[in-house]
T-cell receptor, first 114, second 111 residues
Framework: DGGITQSPKYLFRKEGQNVTLSCEQN?????MYWYRQDPGQGLRLIYY???????QKGDIAEGYSVSREKKESFPLTVTSAQKNPTAFYLC?????????????FGPGTRLLVL | GQNIDQPTEMTATEGAIVQINCTYQ??????LFWYQQHAGEAPTFLSY????GLEEKGRFSSFLSRSKGYSYLLLKELQMKDSASYLC????????????FGKGTRLHILP
């Protein structure tokens, strides 16, 4: 089955701890994205990558880091510098970054702070 | 900058028709998307408009007027499973073709 997987579904973070959210796709898509969604809010872009070994900051990158060492993987690390990390995190991918290419979303990871 | 406005909530009756409006302001329009998102789940793609006019896909249709910065999503023959949030999103040409999302419209369907 082709698609995007995210793990875990729920993640708990202790104060001062870094946590990493996994995102894997087997769609052979070049572009991958990380969004954050807060209750009653739209999706806000954290980081995106248009090609392997390259990524750019989105609108709310502070306190987050990413890597893109493989085409199919785009993990997101929520660092201790992110003071309000509780949110629903969504990973997405598209064939390329431009044109009319829609983004396909993974099932999401809900991050909660203990 | 960019701004996307859509109503926060709407209510409609099963079997009826509902229209969800979206207005946007952007410096380099390159397409508009509608997504459906059920509570606690990921958004799923509904439609894409880049030229003016109406795109019909089954019970769902989407309209775009670029000169007015306006789109709507039309849902016909409403079913209870249509209860969800509907996200309007705009792709901006001069921002690496990134997609900017509105806050979504929560649609409640009454029996």
């Amino acid at each position: 089955d082709g698609g995007i997987t995210q793990s875990p579904k729920y993640l708990f973070r202790k104060e001062g701890q870094n946590v990493t959210l996994s995102c894997e796709q087997n769609l052979n898509h070049d572009a991958m994205y990380w969004y954050r969604q807060d209750p009653g809010q739209g999706l806000r872009l954290i980081y995106y990558s248009q090609i392997v070994n390259d990524f750019q900051k989105g609108d709310i990158a502070e306190g987050y880091s990413v890597s893109r060492e493989k085409k199919e993987s785009f993990p997101l690390t929520v660092t201790s510098a992110q003071k309000n990390p509780t949110a629903f995190y969504l990973c997405a991918s598209s064939i390329t970054a431009g044109g009319g290419k829609t983004q396909y979303f993974g099932p999401g990871t809900r991050l909660l702070v203990l | 900058g960019q701004n996307i406005d859509q109503p926060t909530e709407m209510t409609a009756t099963e079997g009826a028709i509902v229209q969800i409006n979206c207005t946007y302001q952007t410096s380099g329009f390159n397409g508009l998307f509608w997504y459906q998102q059920h509570a606690g789940e990921a958004p799923t793609f509904l439609s894409y408009n880049v030229l003016d006019g109406l795109e019909e896909k089954g019970r769902f249709s989407s309209f775009l007027s670029r000169s007015k910065g306006y789109s709507y999503l039309l849902l016909k023959e409403l079913q209870m499973k249509d209860s969800a949030s509907y996200l309007c999103a705009v792709r901006e040409m001069n921002r690496d073709d990134k997609i900017i999302f509105g806050k979504g419209t929560r649609l409640h369907i009454l029996p």
